[in-house]
């Protein structure tokens, strides 16, 4: 007699581990634009909560913020996104287990089913699912970056990362007044992360006044960093070294320079149309592009340029990232967009050496996870990096800390969507084993 097939029912989910409730609502973020915030509660009551970010200078191949269209907000509205969650998300994650953070990801991964998460909305799933894990760790009793490192079995130790911080923005985030996106500084030679924030303050500082006092200031761009009137790129450049310098410390040994040049914004095959290359319009074949930049690393203290060449500029990318060396960290956002293939065919072509981590350009932090694995296995480091449009959320300094990403990238220090930030590692780091000290100078190629 056949004997029936008898499945082994799965245990049932614990009240402190199920998943009681998925509530979404509309907040604002730093560029006065709705976004996505989740709640995500446990039958027990344990509770998280996360913000979805929205970015200004996109990849192609990043996860598609769902938004409403029409008139209202200029069309950013994000019902949409709000009512999927509430509809197909939360009805599909109750009663399951929170600390299944890989099948729960899954599942909005399925249920959206478009490759580009544009159904559900990228910003519904990246809220979604930071949401899920901060409800893990409270259910746990875990501060988040413990709970992640607690998992991530990575080997590497909790330690805060070195911040990459912005002193000038341009580009997309200040009305395009200068080509390059992000003029930034990195305290490579602070010890720890209290003396990296001492001494950005000072440089920041510094470069507010100097900018006065030449009659260039002009505010503050999209992530809190001075909109300087320059006529030519490379004056803020010169000004950041003399920032550097105003602020009693030693350009390069010190506080270094970091550049995201963001040069999907201004070419496309091939070919850049940059609005100052030497205070005046050019158009400029990709090696003349690398050739600026090439010279820019040989006359000022950079350590690390982004997005050198355009997205679509593979061959572009591996020549630069040859000419460059390997002291010069090479970082790629808009051609990897937080993908762990896109990354690997990047590396197998010698383009950038360091990967940006967005966990909203991949829409989850399963897939946010991968893309850093990825990047670990090929000998590329790793970024984990904020958008230009922020809110209060502190969920990727955590990510940080708990997946042993050794750089931080949030944009200024100024504004609290960027300040928020770098008090959040204040904290962390009286509750670290290493304490508030930052990865040895050697763990990096200008080390
Ligand atoms: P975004 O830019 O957040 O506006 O896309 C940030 C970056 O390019 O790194
Ligand atoms: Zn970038």
Not at 291 to 314: F, K, M, N
Not at 344 to 366: D, V
């Amino acid at each position: 007699m056949e004997r029936p097939i008898v499945t082994d029912p799965l245990p049932p989910v614990p009240p402190s581990r199920r998943i009681a409730e998925v509530h979404a609502r509309r907040v604002w973020d730093s560029r006065g634009r709705p976004t996505v915030e989740v709640e995500v509660a446990t039958a027990a009551g344990a509770r998280g909560r996360a913000i979805a970010p929205a970015g200004a200078s996109t990849g192609s191949g990043e996860a598609v913020d769902l938004r409403d269209g029409g008139a209202a907000f200029g069309g950013l509205d994000v019902r949409q996104a709000i009512s999927g969650i509430e509809t197909a998300i939360a009805p599909a994650l109750i009663g399951r287990d929170v600390e299944a953070q890989a099948a729960l990801d899954a599942t909005m991964v399925a249920l959206d089913g478009t490759h580009d998460r544009s159904r559900l909305g990228g910003n519904a799933l990246v809220a979604t699912s930071m949401a899920i894990a901060h409800a893990a760790a409270a259910a746990a009793g875990r501060p988040l970056w413990a709970w992640l490192a607690d998992r991530s079995g990575s080997g590497v130790p909790a330690m805060l990362p070195l911040p990459e911080i912005q002193v000038f923005g341009g580009g997309a985030h200040a009305g395009g007044r200068l080509d390059l996106q992000d003029f930034m500084v990195v305290a490579v030679g602070a010890d720890d992360w209290r003396t990296a924030l001492d001494w950005t303050a000072e440089v920041y500082r510094a470069a507010g006044r100097l900018l006065a006092e030449a009659g260039r200031l002009q505010g503050v761009a999209d992530e809190g960093g001075f909109w300087p009137a320059f006529d030519d790129n490379e004056q803020a450049l010169a000004m950041l070294t003399q920032s550097i310098e105003a602020a009693g410390l030693r350009p390069g040994e010190d506080v270094a320079i970091s550049l995201d040049i963001a040069a999907s914004n201004f070419g496309r095959g091939g070919r850049y149309r940059m609005a100052r290359a030497d205070g005046r319009p050019r158009e400029l074949e990709s090696g003349e592009l690398a050739e600026l930049l090439l010279g820019w690393l040989r006359r000022y203290p950079v350590v690390s340029i982004e997005d050198p060449l355009a997205e679509d500029d593979l061959a572009g990318l591996a020549a630069f990232t040859e000419a460059a060396g390997p002291r010069v960290q090479v970082v790629l956002d808009d051609a990897v967009v937080t993908n762990a293939a896109r990354i690997r065919s990047h590396a197998a072509a010698g383009a950038g050496n360091t990967a940006l981590i967005k966990p909203n350009q991949a829409g989850t932090l399963t897939e946010s996870l991968a893309a850093l694995e990825a990047s670990r296995s090929l000998g590329w480091d790793a970024i984990v990096s904020a958008r230009s449009g922020e809110t209060e959320d502190t969920t990727i300094v955590h990510l940080a800390v708990g997946w042993g990403v050794r750089q931080l990238k949030v944009g200024s220090f100024a504004r609290s969507e960027r300040m928020a930030k770098w008090n959040e590692g204040l904290r962390i780091g009286e509750t670290l084993v290493e304490g508030f000290a930052l990865p040895p100078r050697s763990a990096f190629p200008w080390g």
